[in-house]
């Protein structure tokens, strides 16, 4: 991955002009992080430019189709002298891994409690699976609690997942620290929105080589979110590899 590791390196924020909940667009990015020392993204399409999220038992169609594959393109397209982008693709239910190009570094999973479920027993979960371990692309996955644990200890035991919030929105941080999930070496965090508590304890108790800086915006201020990590007085190492070095090495890892 071509990243200077002097710079600041954003895992976490979604990026797309399609949802107009908020203004999403890499522009505003921009706009939030000049001054900041952020000079690269991991952006994710916004989570209603891929399926209803309000529909528990919504069913595909072709405009969510349309609608999910611009999404995932758009990320393909931006970014300037300013600012890389890092696209991860954002994987649904009709798991279209063929979509999935060299310039996507990592892989977005994502659903709430209440929202429609993934296919997990469908064939083309476990060959999405299977191709996205192949390629060693890691996985940012949010999910509720039980199927956290199901996917990182059954469906998918070799593939590098980043459980972000430090399992905020998973079942939260301790739910995690129960079933035993930090300590697993292809377990990884990021701190978007994460409280500073759970960030000093995961460090101490986890080390520093698994846990990556993010802002989740337009949910978080990348700014505020920075502030929150430079203000703990990490020693110089471990903050390096909280805002860069961590996901430069895990990126670099990736056999896309």
Same mark, same amino acid.
């Given at each position: ?13 979604? &990026? ?15 706009? =939030?992080? @000049? ?13 209603? %430019?891929?399926?209803? @999220? ?12 349309? @609608? ?5 393109? =758009?990320?393909?397209?931006? *970014? ?10 954002? $994987? ?25 479920? =993934? ?5 083309? &979960?476990?060959?999405? $699976?299977? +191709? ?11 999910? %509720? ?15 590098? +997942? ?5 399992? *905020?929105?998973? *079942? *939260? =941080? ?10 697993? @070496? ?12 759970? $960030? ?29 990590? +430079? ?7 471990? %903050?390096?590899?909280?805002?860069? %070095? ?11």
């Amino acid at each position: 991955m071509d990243v200077d590791d002097s710079v600041v390196i954003d895992a976490h924020a979604h &990026c797309g002009i399609q949802d107009n909940s908020f203004d999403q667009s890499f522009e505003s990015y921009l706009s =939030y992080v @000049r001054h900041t020392g952020i000079k690269s993204v991991a952006a994710f399409p916004p989570v209603a %430019e891929i399926y209803d @999220r309000h529909d528990f038992h919504f069913q595909d169609n072709d405009h969510w189709i349309d @609608r999910r594959t611009k999404a995932n393109q =758009y990320l393909l397209n931006i *970014g300037n002298k300013e600012l890389q982008v890092i696209p991860y693709f954002f $994987i649904w239910n009709d798991f279209a891994i063929d979509q999935i190009t060299p310039q996507h570094k990592g892989i977005k999973w994502h659903r709430h409690p209440s929202e429609p479920v =993934y296919h997990y027993d469908s064939e083309k &979960c476990r060959r999405a $699976i299977d +191709v996205i371990t192949e390629k060693n692309m890691p996985i940012v996955l949010e999910e %509720e609690f039980s199927n956290t644990v199901k996917f990182i200890n059954d469906y998918a035991p070799d593939a590098r +997942v980043i459980i972000p919030h430090l399992g *905020g929105l998973n *079942g *939260g =941080y301790n739910a995690i620290v129960r079933a035993g999930l930090w300590g697993n @070496r292809n377990v990884y965090t990021d701190t978007a929105l994460a409280s500073a508590y759970e $960030i000093q304890h995961y460090i101490e108790t986890y080390g520093h080589k698994r846990i990556m800086f993010g802002s989740d915006f337009p949910f978080g201020d990348p700014a505020d979110e920075l502030k929150k990590i +430079v203000i703990l007085n990490l020693e110089r190492d471990v %903050e390096k590899a909280l805002l860069s %070095e961590n996901l430069i090495q895990l990126l670099s890892d990736s056999n896309i």
